[in-house]
């Protein structure tokens, strides 16, 4: 890797589960942990790149001298705060490996929804894709996307993997599936595809010597 090539480049990456409310205490969410996208802020940082990090509702405190955190919950916090920086034109790159919530509940309940009601219908509707706006807003900025499906067939992965580059506009993109509990992850670009990387660590090295020798 050339480290000097990410020597201060301006990274934003995303990280983390995202919630969306159903009524003022209840919340549907994920269970992403936050892992990669948290390894590559400290990898990158280490690497001489200015860091920020925008990190969803992890079960545990983070704090990291020399990155700049953003914490959020919702997908509307997410949204405002990655617009927000993302118009600023200060980033090179951004590496988008959040898990963002697909839907969201047509109705928000103001109050508690009481839990004596003998059942509960809710109906969900697609929330916006933030990746298909970045370039919108900057068309300079590189992107590194993410697509997990898990218990995925190889083959198909990496065709959605490609589906997913053109629509975007990326120039990199994750894609990662967990099957029977094995990790197997691919940096898939539109000529070349690197993998299988068996673990979360390993991608990390690996997609960072990757922006070294491209960025």
């Known amino acids: 890797?050339?480290?000097?090539?990410?020597?201060?480049?301006?990274?934003?990456?995303?990280?983390?589960?995202?919630?969306?409310?159903?009524?003022?205490?209840?919340?549907?969410?994920?269970l992403a942990s936050g892992e990669t996208g948290i390894r590559l802020a400290e990898k990158l940082k280490e690497s001489g790149a200015k860091v920020t990090l925008c990190l969803g509702p992890v079960p545990r405190s983070y704090a990291t001298k020399g990155i700049k955190l953003i914490r959020f919950v919702f997908f509307d916090e997410l949204k405002r705060a990655l617009f927000k920086e993302i118009a600023s034109k200060k980033y090179d790159l951004i590496i988008h490996s959040a898990?963002?919530?697909?839907?969201?509940?047509?109705?928000?309940?103001?109050?508690?929804?009481?839990?004596?009601?003998?059942?509960?219908?809710?109906?969900?509707?697609?929330?916006?894709?933030l990746l298909?706006?970045?370039?919108?807003?900057?068309?300079?900025?590189?992107?590194?996307?993410?697509?997990f499906e898990p218990r995925q067939a190889i083959p198909r992965l990496i065709k959605e993997a490609k589906g997913l580059l053109k629509r975007s506009g990326s120039f990199l993109?994750?894609?990662?599936?967990?099957?029977?509990g094995r990790y197997n992850?691919?940096?898939?670009?539109q000529n070349t595809t690197q993998g299988p990387i068996k673990s979360k660590a390993d991608l990390t090295e690996k997609l960072v010597n990757k922006l070294g020798e491209t960025l």
């Open 1 to 30: 890797m050339d480290i000097k090539a990410l020597k201060n480049k301006r990274v934003l990456i995303t990280a983390g589960p995202t919630w969306v409310p159903i009524d003022s205490v209840r919340a549907i969410g994920n």
């Open 132 to 147: 298909d706006s970045f370039r919108k807003i900057d068309a300079s900025l590189k992107i590194v996307a993410f697509k």
């Open 99 to 129: 898990a963002v919530s697909d839907f969201r509940p047509k109705e928000i309940f103001s109050k508690k929804i009481s839990s004596g009601l003998p059942r509960l219908k809710l109906e969900l509707v697609r929330n916006p894709k």
């Open 173 to 180: 993109v994750i894609a990662n599936t967990v099957t029977n």
């Open 185 to 189: 992850a691919y940096i898939v670009s």
